[in-house]
């Protein structure tokens, strides 16, 4: 029997019809053999495509420190490079031996009281050298920390406690009235230094293995509760290693760290040059929230490297049209946490000629990093940058509901397999057996695949694309949200029947969470009350940007909410419940229009609130940068901070001076 194919050279390439082929003769070889078998169960794949799909496109082993852990590998750099520069932030700067010696006596003061290999310690403290030295002195006492982030609803730091239950916390005394009451007991680094100061500084015996926990980090959960991460030692240290392999260090360079130890990126960015001997500047907050301040610190430090979600690549690129004069050394950009978009990649080579822009896609449950792409790979036609091929010692398999693996071309669900990959759920087991399963295509015994949700599928030049989401966890500003867990928590304010959250992002490139109401009472609830209910219960980052009233959802046939039918939200300040007062000088007229500008509004006034208006944080960096621009008045450190809680009066009390 002979068969020909026709189709268009428009739609389709060559290569991509030979496959074809190859599937239908497959089929129909199967139906032959079997006339029997469900259509379901029928191969598709040749055996050459399968060997490529499972074995080829997934032979990624490579040496890396799999019987060590993470503490341990610093005091071997300690040894090596004691007197250099370990970390240092602002006017203060630890050695490596300083570091060292400091962690190790708060390691020797937490065993003190009991704390050793298993237990979780927690850590809430600001970022600065006191940070590092803790985190350093919970692992060396061969605990693993649990991060505790001060910025937190104290609702949400009480779940988090009350579910991981440490027995210490590691904290600054003007925080610690912060924390929510909980029976741990609290370690103040700056109170009690006099006393952490007694203890020994030789290394402890620590006795933790490279099987043993190293941190708990917690995400959202579409129950309504956040769920803890157990990261691994040897997790770590594998991404960690295939980092040091693919993009060695020079002996010159400097990072910089900056993300929340609430958040994977910060392991990257403060483990992966701490244990090869490199500087690392930490950045305050209050530096990271003002782009000025930001650029002229990663300028001043000179920082060749840096880790940062596309959204504030954006801002940056928004900013500053001379960003490679501004920062010459910084020639290495790792972007990761949510989708990077091909017209910020063109943007970026544009703009930063001599840098390169490397994509990085992961999940917490692997160790934070699992594929990678050389953007300087992308074409212009190319609609989307791929997630790129496995790290070493990481696998990738894009399987459909049985578990098979699809053809090239075709969408299935990424399983991540591999070193990388953590112990699972704390208290979860359930949902650890569901996302952690066996490996249907490894020989190695206990081997495991991470069921990650994405919708993916391969190109034919063995580079992953990331399409999409099977459910409704996404991804805003490089934070993973679960959309049901705010829709939880909104649903249980008494003045609320109805709720559907999504994302949408009419400013391309400006993604925002919009949360559509439908009220239980008359009057219904305002957006200052829906807010302020969200804020005692949320971090910041899952607060809704936009919230709209309905007096019904839209359904599907099936009587499910129809998120494609959702309208667009009612963007005027209207919906603000405060009168409208007109600004009154020159500068507040300023401001007024930067504010539209960049919330897209007609008006503003001196009583609305940047942030219940739509404004979010990289927006509210742009409007920092901007009015002091426009208005050459300087926004003091703590009114920056301060724009979060009521920002007119705080930033222009007198207009400018």
């Known amino acids: 029997m002979r068969g020909r194919f026709e189709y268009s050279t428009d739609l389709f390439e060559p290569a991509t019809m030979a496959r074809m082929a190859g599937h239908l003769q497959t089929l129909l070889e199967g139906v032959a053999a079997d006339p029997q078998q469900r259509l379901s169960r029928l191969p598709l794949l040749t055996v050459d495509e399968r060997q490529r799909l499972l074995v080829d496109w997934n032979t990624t082993a490579a040496p890396y420190p799999d019987d060590q852990s993470i503490h341990g590998m610093f005091e071997v750099q300690v040894a090596r490079t004691p007197d250099a520069v370990a970390v240092i932030c602002s006017d203060a700067s630890l050695t490596y031996d300083e570091l060292n010696r400091r962690a190790n006596q708060v390691a020797h003061y937490l065993a003190t009281f009991g704390v050793g290999r298993g237990t979780l310690v927690g850590v809430c403290i600001e970022r600065s050298p006191a940070i590092v030295v803790g985190l350093l002195g919970i692992l060396k006492a061969g605990a693993a920390y649990l991060p505790l982030d001060p910025t937190y609803p104290s609702e949400r730091l009480a779940l988090m406690l009350e579910e991981a239950k440490p027995p210490v916390v590691l904290t600054q005394e003007r925080l610690v009235a912060d924390l929510p009451a909980y029976g741990a007991l609290m370690v103040c680094l700056d109170a009690h230094w006099p006393l952490i100061a007694r203890c020994g500084d030789a290394n402890p ?93 990663l300028a001043l430090h000179g920082v060749s490297r840096i ?97 098979q693996p699809v053809p090239i071309g075709i969408p299935g669900e990424l399983h991540v397999g591999g070193a990388g990959l953590t112990r699972g759920y704390l208290n979860r087991p359930a949902l650890t057996a569901e996302r952690f399963m066996p490996h249907p295509y490894s020989q190695e015994p206990g081997a495991r695949l991470y069921k990650t949700g994405d919708v993916v ?171 002091q621009e426009a208005t050459h008045v300087r926004v003091l450190d703590h009114l920056a901070q301060d724009i979060h809680q009521d920002p007119w009066p705080l930033l222009f009390p007198e207009g400018p001076t």
């Not at 760290?257 to 040059?273: A, C, H, M, N, R």
């Not at 954006?314 to 500053?320: E, F, S």
């Not at 699992?370 to 989307?384: A, I, K, P």
């Not at 910041?540 to 099936?558: K, N, Q, Y």
């Open 457 to 627: 599928r391969y190109r034919p030049d063995g580079h992953l694309e990331y399409l999409g989401r099977y459910d409704q966890q996404v991804k805003v500003r490089g934070v993973r949200i679960e959309l049901e867990e705010i829709e939880v928590v909104l649903r249980r304010h008494p003045a609320v029947r109805e709720v559907a959250v999504v994302v949408r992002e009419d400013d391309p490139g400006d993604p925002r969470l919009v949360a559509y109401v439908v009220a239980a009472q008359e009057p219904p609830p305002t957006v200052r009350e829906l807010r302020r209910f969200l804020d005692t219960k949320l971090p910041a980052a899952m607060a809704p940007a936009t919230f709209a009233l309905l007096e019904t959802l839209p359904l599907t046939p099936s009587g499910k909410v129809n998120r494609r039918a959702l309208p667009p939200p009612n963007l005027f300040r209207s919906a603000l419940e405060d009168l409208y007062g007109a600004p009154r000088t020159p500068v507040e007229h300023q401001v007024a229009a930067i504010w539209c500008e960049i919330l897209g509004l007609e008006q503003v006034g001196i009583h609305d609130n940047f942030f219940e208006l739509g404004g979010h944080s990289l927006s509210a960096m742009k409007l920092l940068f901007r009015v």
């Open 205 to 297: 015996v620590s006795g933790a293995t490279a099987e043993d926990m190293a941190y708990l980090l917690y995400t959202s959960g579409s129950t309504g509760r956040p769920k803890g991460v157990l990261g691994l030692h040897r997790a770590t240290l594998s991404v960690l290693a295939w980092m040091w392999r693919a993009f060695p260090f020079a002996a010159d360079e400097v990072c910089c760290q900056k993300t929340s130890v609430s958040f994977g990126d910060s392991i990257q960015e403060l483990f992966g040059p701490l244990l090869q001997g490199i500087r690392t500047v930490l950045i305050p907050d209050g530096v990271l929230r003002d782009v000025p301040r930001l650029v002229q610190t």
């Open 307 to 403: 880790i940062v979600v596309p959204s504030l690549l954006r801002t940056l690129l928004d900013t500053y049209g001379d960003l490679a004069d501004r920062l010459p050394r910084l020639k290495l950009w790792f972007a990761g946490g949510e989708a990077l978009s091909s017209d910020l990649v063109h943007r970026f080579r544009k703009r930063l000629a001599h840098a390169r822009l490397i994509d990085l896609y992961g999940a917490s449950e692997a160790s934070d990093d699992t594929t990678w792409y050389d953007t300087s790979m992308v074409s212009d036609g190319l609609s989307r940058v791929p997630i790129g091929r496995p790290l070493a010692n990481a696998q990738v398999y894009v399987l459909d509901r049985r578990l």
